[in-house]
């Protein structure tokens, strides 16, 4: 499967921003789909992550409450709706997919897309 990913951008602190993951070939309602961010200089961390059926969701106590991701297998899409932005969201994201349930680990997703890149302004 090939993954897609865009929304990024520029936004204020407590701003909003919705980043979207399209997905090209393969099953995408087979796989579980998780977003990872990468700011400079840091290693790539886990942000949240959704089942192939879309009823169970996890998140990074980092985000928990401001962040919701979520899918649309007909659209074949996951988007990460990013809400109350903080500088220190500011990183390059990016979205996964694999097989099996859902997971934090980033080693377990076989399939990513290109980053896109989100900077949040104090």
């Known amino acids: 499967v090939q993954l897609q990913a865009s929304g990024g951008g520029l936004v204020q602190a407590g701003g909003s921003l919705r980043l979207s993951c399209a997905a090209s070939?393969?099953?995408?309602?087979?796989?579980?789909m998780g977003w990872f961010r990468q700011a400079p200089g840091k290693e790539r961390e886990f942000v949240a992550a959704?089942?192939?059926?879309?009823?169970?969701?996890y998140y990074a106590d980092s985000v928990k409450g401001r962040f919701t991701i979520s899918r649309d297998n007909a659209k074949k899409t996951v988007y990460l709706q990013m809400n109350s932005l903080k500088p220190e969201d500011t990183a390059d994201y990016y979205c996964?997919?694999?097989?099996?349930?859902?997971?934090?680990?980033?080693?377990?997703?076989?399939?990513w897309g290109q980053g896109t890149q989100v900077t949040v302004s104090s």
């Open positions: 996964a997919a694999k097989n099996g349930f859902r997971s934090t680990w980033s080693v377990e997703y076989s399939y």
């Open positions: 070939g393969g099953t995408f309602s087979s796989y579980s």
């Open positions: 959704i089942t192939w059926g879309g009823g169970s969701s």
